[in-house]
Structure formats: C-alpha cells, structure tokens
C-alpha cells in the first residue's frame, strides 16, 4: 500500500518561506509522477505542481510561478515542496499526489495515490 504523509505546514507572515515534505512508503518513488495540489477554503482544489518521474521535468501553475520550488530525492523516497514569498493567497491545505501520468499533470484524476494534506496559512 503505497502511503504519502505531508509534513512542514503552518502559520507564517507575507514574505516567509516554508518547504513542505511528502516521504513516499510501499513503493519506489522513482515509478511516480508527483504533484502537489492545493484547496483554499470554500474552494476547489488545484493544481501547484508537479515533477515527472523520467528526467525530472518539473511544471508550476502560473500563480506560484518563480516562488515555488518542487523536488524529488528518489533515493531516499521524498518529495519537497520550496514555497518562498509567500502571500496570503496561498493559504490552503497542500496535498502531496502520485500516480503515472497519462495524459495532463494538472487533472486530479492522473494521480492515484494522495496525502491527507498540510495546513499553510500565511497572514499580514
């Protein structure tokens, strides 16, 4: 059973930076597309973005953009998440996602395993 546990979420002020983590268990990292996706609240959730599992292409929404960072180690079975200046527009729960991508990295529905997510508030 593949599990994904995200970690490194809180409160912080406009302008601070966070690095979410998402360790990766029951299986090899390096089989997976990962992404990370987002819900505001009252919202639908959203793609941030995503790392390909050959070559390690990397893909942001255009929103994070320049400010957020995604990387994987898949020796050691991880997935991070760099968010540097953050704004309170980025205040939600971030979900860590695997799965083998088809088709577009931004569909909820390529990824078949998910985290129970991290809250990030960010406030000022």
């Known amino acids: 059973q593949v599990q994904l546990v995200e970690s490194g979420g809180g409160l912080v002020e406009t302008g601070d930076s966070l690095r979410l983590s998402c360790p990766v268990s029951g299986s090899s990292l390096s089989t997976y597309d990962m992404a990370w996706f987002r819900q505001a609240p009252r919202k639908a959730r959203e793609f941030v973005a995503a790392i390909m599992r050959n070559g390690g292409n990397t893909y942001y929404s255009d929103s994070v953009k320049g400010r957020f960072t995604i990387s994987r180690d898949d020796a050691k079975n991880i997935v991070y998440l760099q968010m540097d200046s953050l704004k309170p527009e980025d205040t939600g729960a971030y979900f860590c996602?695997?799965?083998?991508?088809?088709?577009?990295?931004?569909?909820?529905?390529?990824?078949?395993?998910w985290g129970q997510g991290t809250q990030v508030t960010v406030v000022g």
């Open positions: 996602a695997a799965g083998q991508v088809f088709r577009t990295i931004y569909a909820q529905r390529e990824y078949e395993y």
